[in-house]
């Protein structure tokens, strides 16, 4: 009884070598008819929709491609760089002076700030005064009148 039940890989296999013949004559043939008349390779489906799936994925990957340039999102450096800035601090308390750098939103004004040296509310943002007495050393600018100027030369800053 055992011997009787189809064993479906044993079929199969044997589908298989009996088929594999007439395959070959077939695929042999399709290839003779070919090399005669080339158009019967764009004749056979299987040649065609082939090539149009490939096309297909081709396009799609495409698609993908461009989308994942389109919307890839910066890096997380770039967007700081992109809102943010850096913003130079002066303290303005005689016994630290301490120099310092914060980075903040691109138009923040909400000086003083804390100093990372001495810790009072004194720091004051900073400039670098170029005039000959002070030669490129970093002051905060006081405003006299309207005007922004040097606490210890007295420039003008634009
Ligand atoms: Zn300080
Ligand atoms: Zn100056």
Not at 34 to 56: D, H, M, N, Q, S
Not at 58 to 82: E, H, R
Request: hydrophobic letters at 40%.
């Amino acid at each position: 009884m055992a011997e009787e039940k189809p064993n479906r890989l044993t079929d199969l296999v044997l589908i298989v070598r009996e088929q594999a013949p007439v395959l070959r004559r077939r695929l042999s043939e399709w290839f003779e008819n070919c090399k005669e008349e080339p158009y019967l390779i764009w004749e056979t489906a299987a040649v065609r929709y082939g090539t149009y799936a490939f096309a297909a994925i081709i396009v799609l990957w495409g698609c993908s491609f461009a989308k994942n340039m389109l919307s890839t999102p910066l890096p997380a450096d770039a967007q700081a760089l992109s809102s943010t800035g850096d913003f130079p601090v002066l303290c303005s308390d005689e016994s630290c002076g301490q120099h310092f750098i914060i980075n903040r939103a691109f138009g923040f004004d909400d000086f003083p700030v804390t100093c990372p040296q001495c810790q009072q509310l004194s720091g004051q943002a900073a400039r670098r005064c170029m005039s000959s007495t002070c030669n490129g050393q970093w002051v905060a600018p006081v405003e006299t009148d309207g005007v922004m100027r040097c606490p210890d030369c007295g420039a003008l800053f634009p």
